[in-house]
Nanobody
Framework: VQLQASGGGLVQAGASLRISCAAS????????MGWFRQAPGKEREFVAA????????DYGNSVKGRFTISRDNFKNTVSLQMNSLKPEDTAVYYC?????????????????WGQGTQVTVSS
């Protein structure tokens, strides 16, 4: 599975941004999918995840109530709607396909990763 994230950019605090992840090579319809982010000098952290059919979602504490993950299995895409953005949301955002384990938040459970898209939020 090849994953390509897109849609990042520079926005002001309080703005909204939608990033997407397009999969190729095979269908991602059977995989739970997640978004992670990594800021300079920090470890990669869990942002959001969604079950294979979209029926279950999970979010990191820092983004709950502001971010929404969704997927379209027909289009083989996953998206992350980010509202009320804060400067601390600045990071490279990665999409990933979860292939094992039970925890959505454990990046070790994800074997396929996209290249990342930069999101920068100015104050």
């Amino acid at each position: 599975v090849q994953l390509q994230a897109s849609g990042g950019g520079l926005v002001q605090a309080g703005a909204s941004l939608r990033i997407s992840c397009a999969a190729s090579g095979r269908s991602i319809s059977t995989y739970p999918m997640g978004w992670f982010r990594q800021a300079p000098g920090k470890e990669r952290e869990f942002v959001a995840a969604i079950s294979w059919n979209g029926g279950t979602t999970d979010y990191g504490n820092s983004v709950k109530g502001r971010f929404t993950i969704s997927r379209d299995n027909f289009k083989n895409t996953v998206s992350l709607q980010m509202n009320s953005l804060k400067p601390e949301d600045t990071a490279v955002y990665y999409c990933a396909a979860k292939t094992k384990g039970s925890s959505y938040g454990d990046l070790g459970n994800y074997d396929y990763w996209g290249q990342g898209t930069q999101v920068t939020v100015s104050s």
